[in-house]
């Protein structure tokens, strides 16, 4: 496959040292909740400094929505290097909160000659028109100026590798990368890596919400080394995965997946390699390439196995085999287990 090299936005690499490292999901978990926490407590330290009662202070609330969205945003790119943009568009919705609310506690009050209530019910209609225009915006720019992050593992040593893929919603692409990098390439909606030994990388998806309220688009291409055997395991949810291993040294494959599309074609260059597919709801393609046979078991529940029996004879319920199977140069064993689902094998 030949793996994109964005221009916009920004990128932050997944190989950079801890100080660039995007925030963990327990971190941003935690930093976001203690910013909530402060927040309260300063609307409570507010209304018992001015003394005003509920029925005037309740505007602050509103701040307090703004001032966490704001943080919970500016959370979600820490440590990722993003344009200006990027950071701009993410406070719109925090910005326009704290704004209201201020506008509304000052004219509760009386703290200010403010008619905030009075402007907006004049104005209310143009504002829900710029409301409708941000959002349509929302709607389409994070789509395609969204977080994107690149990484680059170098294969060390003459050991087999492993990568191990952690992916909820979206769309994956698994193909040939270059000679001497274990795994490379963009994820766009974020992404975190994790070393787990020499030659052993996991990657899961962690995704940046841009704009609060409106989910990041989570689109990954990645290349594996062409030249070193390795164990993948991928691990989705609903997605739309494409692995293309034939021109990879795969010999241990297993996915999970759920209500998912998936197709898989299997390693051409391998004398023997393993395929384990377990899906939920989902439809599975698994294509085999020419000159390698293969040996099929599928047990589905209320789903349905198609297989290509000019090329695979059937040798029993649910069994497949090649007829050159014993004797092949490059053979593959592929067996799939699922619920609700479409599996086919080619």
Same mark, same amino acid.
């Given at each position: 496959?030949?793996?994109?090299?964005p221009?916009a936005?920004?990128?932050a690499?997944?190989g950079?040292?801890?100080?660039t %490292?995007?925030?963990t999901?327990? +971190?941003?978990?935690a930093?976001v909740?203690?910013?909530?926490?402060? #927040? !309260?407590g300063?609307?409570?330290?507010? +209304? +018992?400094a001015?003394?005003?009662?509920?029925?005037?202070a309740w505007?602050l609330?509103?701040?307090?929505a703004?001032v966490?969205?704001?943080?919970?945003?500016?959370?979600?790119l820490?440590?990722?290097?993003v344009?200006?943009?990027?950071?701009?568009?993410?406070?719109?919705?925090?910005?326009?909160?704290?704004?209201? *609310?201020?506008l509304?506690? !000052?004219?509760?009050?009386?703290?200010?000659?403010?008619d #905030?209530?009075g402007? !907006?019910?004049q104005?209310w209609p143009v504002?829900l028109? @710029?409301? @409708?225009?941000?959002?349509?915006?929302?709607a389409?720019?994070?789509?395609?100026?969204?977080?994107v992050?690149?990484?680059?593992?170098?294969?060390?040593?003459?050991g087999?590798g492993e990568?191990?893929?952690k992916? *909820? #919603?979206g769309?994956?692409?698994?193909?040939?990368?270059?000679?001497?990098?274990?795994?490379?390439?963009?994820?766009?909606g974020?992404g975190r890596?994790?070393?787990? *030994?020499?030659?052993r990388v996991e990657l899961?998806?962690?995704?940046v919400q841009v704009?609060p309220g409106?989910g990041?688009?989570?689109?990954w291409?990645? @290349?594996?080394?062409?030249d070193?055997?390795?164990?993948l395991?991928?691990?989705g949810?609903?997605a739309?995965?494409?692995?293309? !291993?034939a *021109?990879?040294?795969v010999t241990?494959l297993?996915?999970k997946t759920g209500a998912s599309?998936t197709r898989?074609?299997?390693p %051409?260059?391998?004398e023997?390699?393993?395929?384990r597919?377990?899906?939920?709801a989902a %439809?599975?393609?698994?294509?085999?390439p +020419?000159?390698v046979a293969?040996?099929i078991?599928?047990?589905?529940g209320l789903?349905?196995?198609?297989?290509?029996?000019?090329?695979?004879h059937?040798?029993?319920?649910g069994r497949?085999?090649?007829?050159?199977?014993?004797?092949?140069?490059?053979r593959a064993?592929?067996?799939?287990?699922? @619920?609700?689902?479409?599996?086919?094998?080619?």
């Amino acid at each position: 496959m030949t793996l994109p090299t964005p221009s916009a936005p920004p990128v932050a690499s997944a190989g950079d040292d801890a100080a660039t %490292q995007p925030m963990t999901a327990a +971190q941003r978990g935690a930093a976001v909740a203690g910013t909530w926490l402060i #927040a !309260l407590g300063a609307v409570f330290l507010v +209304q +018992q400094a001015l003394d005003v009662p509920w029925n005037e202070a309740w505007p602050l609330f509103i701040v307090m929505a703004g001032v966490g969205t704001g943080i919970g945003a500016i959370v979600s790119l820490a440590g990722r290097r993003v344009s200006a943009w990027t950071v701009l568009w993410a406070l719109v919705w925090p910005i326009i909160l704290v704004v209201v *609310g201020i506008l509304l506690f !000052l004219d509760f009050t009386d703290l200010a000659d403010i008619d #905030a209530v009075g402007f !907006l019910a004049q104005w209310w209609p143009v504002a829900l028109i @710029g409301f @409708g225009v941000i959002v349509l915006i929302g709607a389409v720019w994070p789509a395609g100026r969204g977080v994107v992050e690149t990484i680059s593992v170098a294969a060390t040593g003459d050991g087999a590798g492993e990568v191990v893929i952690k992916f *909820g #919603a979206g769309t994956l692409e698994i193909g040939a990368g270059r000679s001497g990098v274990l795994v490379e390439g963009t994820m766009e909606g974020g992404g975190r890596r994790r070393d787990i *030994g020499p030659n052993r990388v996991e990657l899961e998806s962690d995704v940046v919400q841009v704009v609060p309220g409106l989910g990041q688009t989570m689109r990954w291409r990645l @290349g594996l080394a062409p030249d070193l055997p390795m164990r993948l395991r991928l691990e989705g949810g609903a997605a739309n995965s494409t692995l293309n !291993l034939a *021109g990879v040294l795969v010999t241990d494959l297993v996915v999970k997946t759920g209500a998912s599309g998936t197709r898989i074609v299997l390693p %051409q260059g391998v004398e023997r390699s393993t395929a384990r597919v377990e899906a939920g709801a989902a %439809q599975v393609t698994i294509e085999v390439p +020419q000159g390698v046979a293969a040996s099929i078991r599928s047990t589905v529940g209320l789903g349905t196995t198609s297989v290509a029996e000019e090329r695979f004879h059937r040798v029993g319920d649910g069994r497949w085999r090649s007829p050159d199977f014993d004797t092949a140069q490059y053979r593959a064993e592929i067996e799939i287990s699922g @619920g609700l689902g479409s599996m086919r094998v080619a």
